[in-house]
């Protein structure tokens, strides 16, 4: 689609950028979407998907 918009073919052409991510559930049934850079690869997701499921114990009061 870029060669033919670059030739005039496609008028309307915006070229898109897609973002790695990853949709996690979190405590809660609260989900977080987390989008990482372009250039991100499939093991920096694994890396955050392996440090969210760690057995450290999830706080339950605030601090302020």
């Known amino acids: ?5 670059g030739h ?4 309307d052409f915006r070229p898109l950028t897609l973002f790695p991510g990853v949709e996690l559930t979190a405590t809660g ?4 979407l987390a989008i990482f850079d372009e250039l991100s690869t499939g093991a920096d997701i694994e ?9 450290a114990p999830v706080p339950r009061e605030l601090n302020h």
């Open 1 to 5: 689609m870029k060669v033919e918009a």
């Open 47 to 55: 890396r955050l998907i392996g440090q969210c499921n760690g057995n």
């Open 29 to 32: 049934n609260v989900h977080v």
């Open 8 to 11: 005039g073919d496609l008028d």
